[in-house]
């Protein structure tokens, strides 16, 4: 199946930074989504991408479609202790299957 | 309220007995999914339904059995449970597409034995 690779793996930061992750596929998507997952819960949809080059903010959050479109990008801005959680980029190919990244783990220290 | 529903949230089973891992939405939506997740794997994708009586594969649906003979309603069956599916599962819907907003189930957590 399809290879959703996502970096970093994991990342602990201060209150305040910036965040920046990213996400690579081998094959062209469609559509780039990323979701947020907090502990003990289900993922919840934060940005939605649909066109090569699209650049979406909401609120802290930024996110682009990559040309290619085979890679796509999410930064944080100012990061707060509630933005803790797992952060998963997902997409879609041709077809009608859907695909997740491996997860970015943030942790924010006060 | 706007939900998706899992039962059980938790289950210690044997291997080889049969089980079954129901799923339901009370919001409308034609697609629905069923993911696995693991550490370092992310979610995974095992079935999908675009629709009533139309189902299909995703990306690890060796072992797995689904049916959708009602919108709201999207069981897992695992016919023969083996120790590698121990695993999180998630239920997901969305209106009519996974480009779309997926909502997810609160996940079960599963222990094959």
């Known amino acids: 199946g399809q290879q959703l690779n996502q970096s970093p793996q994991s990342m602990f930061i201060q209150e305040g930074e910036d965040v920046s992750m990213n996400c690579t596929s081998s094959s062209i998507f469609n559509t780039w989504l990323w979701y947020k997952q907090d502990p003990g819960e289900g993922p919840v949809l934060l940005i939605a991408?649909?066109?090569?080059?699209e650049l979406t903010s909401n609120g802290r959050l930024t996110a682009q479609f990559g040309i290619t479109r085979k890679d796509s990008f999410l930064n944080i801005s100012a990061s707060i202790p509630s933005d803790v959680g797992i952060y998963f980029c997902?997409?879609?190919?041709?077809?009608?299957?859907?695909?997740f990244g491996t997860g970015t783990s943030l942790t924010v220290i006060p | 309220e706007a939900q998706v529903t899992q039962n059980p949230r938790y289950l210690i089973t044997v291997t080889g007995k049969k089980l079954t891992v129901t799923c339901s939405q009370n919001?409308?939506?034609?697609?629905m999914s069923w993911y696995r997740q693991d550490p370092g794997l992310g979610l995974r994708q095992i079935y999908y339904?675009?629709?009533?009586?139309?189902?299909d594969k995703g990306d690890v649906p060796e072992g797995y059995k689904v049916s959708r003979k009602e919108k709201r309603n999207f069981p897992l069956i695992l016919e023969s449970p083996s120790p590698n599916q121990t695993s999180l599962y998630f239920c997901a819907s969305s209106l009519s597409s996974p480009q779309e907003t997926q909502y997810f189930g609160p996940g079960t957590r599963l222990l094959v034995l």
């Open positions: 991408l649909y066109k090569a080059g």
């Open positions: 919001m409308n939506h034609e697609y």
């Open positions: 339904s675009m629709n009533v009586e139309v189902t």
């Open positions: 997902a997409g879609q190919p041709t077809g009608n299957q859907f695909y």
